[in-house]
């Protein structure tokens, strides 16, 4: 910190790097797949966390759900207008939706119930009905779906309809009026838009009844006031917040990002121990050079600096080299394999496009994960490597 | 317990430091009680080797230390995310009875570990290492702080609980506040902010009159009161809000990371201020360029941190 | 002005002592030269790696230029070995896959110097010894006795006090052996203390020669 760079110093550093290449270039490779490998997994679980943000952005600030016995059941229609009447409610819409297991390609399907005279719970999805003709879909017994149901049931040779199975077992034909593609990939890819009719037959559900009420409020500050009033006035409903959600989400991929790193706990461990071994292994003809270094004035402060440097350039390479697969990896191959782990939802959740997210703080973790480790590993070999006499050479 | 990527990484160097740190402790111990410069039997040449690798250790700490140090402020600010009630890092902080003294031993441990390294610095310059001794005494002693620190943060990150509330800085750094820190908010700002300027004025004359315990009290006073001015008077001029006192939300990028800049240039000025003056109390030999650094960025801080207030009044033509 | 007074050297191996110089005592003016003649194992290599600070002896005092070298901390005599004193080793010992300008530039890498610094004075040695035409080539390709003047310019960039030849014809035929003596000889003339250790009898009776000194068993006989 007090002199400048020593630019000799570091020319010798990367020639004696070069002069020992095929141990290096072993090195090299193994810690930059290690790097690879742990930015791929931030990466992943980075994305998919900023996908989701967006997500649970426009997500209704309450959702209410009744539970009977334990068990989520449906609510009585009567209740959201009950609910209007608390203090600070803008609006209680009920919800009629739930999943279609189709079981030939053994997918799960959202199903939503839209209303032409209704407002949507949230932009997005309004933004989808608008753009529809909801008394013709009924009419027609029609439905519109999104890019990945479409896809399925192509491939099942449904071109234009589909045939439900009801709560009944009877058929029910439905045909597909349109296909939508949403800004928010994630949730629309499986999702299926019908009228709330048809949705009440394919679920076989009381007319009289909702899966759910979702509340807007009017000052976000208040939600957990208004969330105390609710459970006053029925007790059998949860509340879930858009906060809930957020903070379960965030810990979902935490967890799962963090349970990779524990094992890369193990590899970066494993890898110290091969760092360590390979560093300390000195070759005669290495021996030899120090025991030259020394006999020319090089003290051990010099010999360790010159050690540092290798492992630094060897480690920082190797964090460029990884970082960068891993970007092309993650962003530009889409992942193969490694998303999958990470989703764990039916089939048709995987196909969206992870978004860009990469930024200072992400570098800085990375950063810190790998090189560190690398030159802790060198440390005790450099040292040990200045302390060889250098009289043993002259023999 | 909450693993999130950031946690462990901190984690894990937290086991390499005291790893190599234990191994330094364990050869500075060594040589403490065995160094004997006149000495030419195999066991002192030992000594002399050892030495360097403890050098390297701490070296490779205190370098790691200084970024990790940023990280963690980040990392707090992170996870104030998914606490409930924090709005920054100091409701994270805070979360945990232990969280401030957590704060204190970093940087307390940063100031030790770059003292130790001037006093290297000074070591290896003299043919007849006068101070090694006196350097591997400090490290044993130097090795407390840093042992609890790590004890600290391992049983921080593991208490930390998410479905716990906390206070967000709005209540914490304010009149109404149960802690101490609140004691702060009923003394006259204006005096905080006088003591303040006071030491600063203190620094430059103890330099001027080149009278080096002068300079080292008045940098320690200067940090000090630097803090508790930053709190009480000159955040609320960079929030332009009355009542918002925080010194962690400065780090946020809504003001365009102010923070990192006062925080460093505060840090730089001191401990050269204060770690120079000792190191020539020590070895009696001049680091006037020690003092010309410190006196330069505790203008720096002083200028910056004024600068906040004045453009407030001649924008709005009141003060807060 | 090169002393040693009652030095002892002992090295450990495992549980045996084996000792390598007794009372060795040994006075050498500015600008002499002298030989260290003696069977190899005598301990004329201990004998020079102490003078160049290179081992510290088990007791004694090695004074060189008025400095007690094997009392100074590492990176003192490491820097007063740079300043002071050239080897020159039987073999050579450079870097084969090094080229012969980053060969002789070794002995200033730590002390960072400038560029002009650096080129002056490395021009300068390789001009002097007539190797500037071969800067680039690895020193594995050059000949032996191309080596053995690569070896001479790095031992002499720094412009020492003081050469430490130590068996510097062990590896040669005649005719190098002829060449080395003849560089030897201006150095000399150029008033650099010169230390020779070999157990060559061209050594011995050369005109110029100060003193000749004979080691047996870790003895001066």
Excluded at chain 1, 83 to 95: C, F, Q, W, Y
Excluded at chain 2, 51 to 65: A, E, R
Excluded at chain 2, 274 to 287: A, D, N, P, S
Excluded at chain 2, 304 to 317: D, I, Q, R, T
């Amino acid at each position: 910190m007090k002199s400048k760079m020593n630019f000799l110093l570091l020319e010798y550093a990367i020639n004696a790097i070069l002069r020992r290449g095929k141990k290096n270039i072993f090195i090299l490779l193994i810690f930059s797949m290690l790097v690879f490998l742990l930015s791929s997994v931030l990466f992943i679980s980075d994305s998919i966390k900023l996908e989701l943000n967006s997500v649970v952005k426009s997500l209704p600030e309450i959702t209410l759900q009744r539970f009977v016995a334990g068990k989520q059941s449906d609510v009585s229609l009567s209740r959201a207008e009950e609910l209007l009447s608390i203090e600070g409610v803008k609006s209680a819409i009920p919800r009629i939706w739930g999943y279609y297991y189709f079981k030939v390609a053994g997918v799960n399907f959202s199903v939503v119930g839209i209303d032409a005279f209704e407002d949507q719970y949230k932009e997005s999805l309004q933004k989808i009905v608008d753009s529809v003709d909801v008394g013709v879909l009924e009419k027609n017994s029609g439905m519109i779906v999104g890019e990945g149901v479409k896809k399925v049931l192509e491939e099942n040779y449904y071109k234009d309809f589909f045939n439900f199975v009801t709560a009944e077992g009877k058929w029910k034909k439905v045909t597909i009026a349109g296909v939508f593609s949403s800004d928010i990939s994630l949730e629309a890819n499986d999702m299926i838009l019908l009228p709330k009719n048809t949705a009440y037959e394919i679920f076989g559900m009381d007319k009289k009844m909702a899966t759910d009420i979702v509340v807007k409020v009017s000052n976000p500050k208040e939600i957990p006031m208004i969330v105390s009033k609710i459970n006053l006035l029925f007790p059998d409903m949860r509340a879930i917040t858009k906060d809930d959600i957020r903070v379960s989400y965030q810990n979902i991929f935490d967890y799962k990002s963090g349970f990779f790193l524990s094992l890369f706990l193990i590899c970066a461990f494993t890898f110290f121990i091969i760092i360590y071994d390979k560093t300390s292994g000195l070759s005669s003809q290495e021996k030899k050079e120090i025991g030259i270094l020394k006999a020319v004035g090089w003290s051990m402060d010099d010999i360790i600096k010159e050690k540092f440097y290798e492992s630094f350039i060897i480690s920082f390479c190797a964090f460029i080299m990884g970082l960068c697969a891993a970007l092309f990896f993650v962003y530009f191959l889409q992942a193969p394999l490694l998303r999958d782990i990470f989703m764990g939802y039916s089939k048709l959740k995987p196909d969206f496009i992870l978004p860009f997210s990469f930024n200072v703080e992400m570098l800085c973790l990375l950063f810190l994960l790998s090189v560190p480790i690398y030159i802790a590993a060198t440390l005790i070999p450099s040292w040990k490597a200045s302390t060889l006499d250098a009289d043993e050479v002259m023999r | 317990m909450t693993l999130t990527p950031e946690i462990i990484a901190i984690l894990m160097l937290d086991a390499l430091f005291l790893f190599f740190a234990l191994i330094a402790f364990v050869l500075s111990l060594r040589i403490l009680f065995k160094w004997d410069i006149r000495s030419t039997q195999p066991l002192q040449y030992a000594l002399e080797k050892q030495s360097y690798l403890v050098s390297v250790i701490i070296k490779y700490i205190f370098v790691l230390k200084l970024p990790l140090f940023l990280f963690y402020i980040f990392t707090c600010n992170k996870l104030s995310n998914i606490i409930t009630g924090a709005m920054c890092a100091s409701g994270v902080v805070n979360s945990v009875d232990f969280g401030l003294y957590l704060m204190v031993f970093k940087i307390i441990n940063l100031y030790l570990f770059g003292f130790w390294l001037l006093l290297n610095n000074a070591d290896m310059k003299d043919e007849l290492s006068p101070f090694v001794r006196m350097k591997f005494l400090f490290f044993v002693i130097a090795f407390i702080p840093l042992l609890l620190e790590i004890i600290l943060e391992i049983s921080f990150f593991a208490s930390l609980n998410i479905s716990k509330i906390v206070s967000c800085c709005g209540t914490l750094f304010s009149l109404t506040s149960a802690s101490y820190l609140s004691l702060l908010f009923k003394v006259d700002s204006s005096l905080l902010v006088g003591l303040f300027y006071f030491f600063g004025l203190m620094v430059l004359l103890g330099y001027i009159l080149k009278n080096i315990p002068v300079f080292i009290f008045a940098n320690l006073m200067y940090v000090l009161f630097s803090l508790i001015a930053l709190i009480v008077f000159f955040s609320t001029y960079v929030y332009e809000l009355p009542t918002h006192h925080c010194p962690f939300c400065l780090l946020q990028q809504e003001y365009y990371g102010v923070g990192y800049l006062l925080y460093i240039s505060l840090f730089v000025g001191t401990f050269y201020g204060f770690c120079g003056g000792i190191l020539e109390m020590v070895t009696h030999k001049g680091h006037t360029k020690f003092f010309k650094i410190s006196l330069f960025f505790n203008a720096f801080y002083l200028g910056l941190v004024s600068l906040y207030p004045v453009a407030y009044y001649l924008k709005n033509g009141v003060w807060l | 002005m090169i002393k040693l007074s009652h030095i002892h050297k002992i090295f450990t191996q495992g549980n045996t002592e084996v000792v390598a110089l007794s009372d060795i005592s040994l006075h050498v003016k500015d600008g002499e030269f002298t030989v260290l003649k003696g069977a190899s194992g005598s301990g004329k290599s201990t004998v020079l790696s102490l003078i160049a600070g290179l081992s510290r002896p088990s007791s004694g005092e090695v004074l060189v230029e008025g400095k007690a070298i094997s009392k100074l901390p590492d990176n003192f005599s490491a820097l007063f070995r740079r300043e002071n004193i050239g080897f020159i080793f039987q073999k050579y010992n450079l870097i084969p896959t090094l080229s012969v300008r980053d060969n002789i530039i070794l002995p200033l890498i730590p002390q960072n110097p400038s560029e002009e610094v650096l080129t002056h004075s490395v021009n300068h040695v390789m001009e002097k010894f007539s190797i500037a035409h071969k800067a680039d080539m690895l020193v594995k390709n050059l000949s032996g006795g191309e080596q053995q003047r690569v070896a001479i310019a790095r031992a002499l960039i720094n412009k020492p006090k003081i050469i430490l030849a130590d068996e510097p014809t062990a590896n040669l035929d005649a005719k190098l052996s002829n060449e080395l003596i003849a560089i030897l000889k201006q150095l000399k003339e150029e008033n650099t203390t010169i230390i020779v250790a070999t157990h060559d009898p061209l050594f011995f009776d050369l005109d110029f020669v100060d003193a000749q000194v004979e080691m047996k068993n870790g003895k001066i006989v």
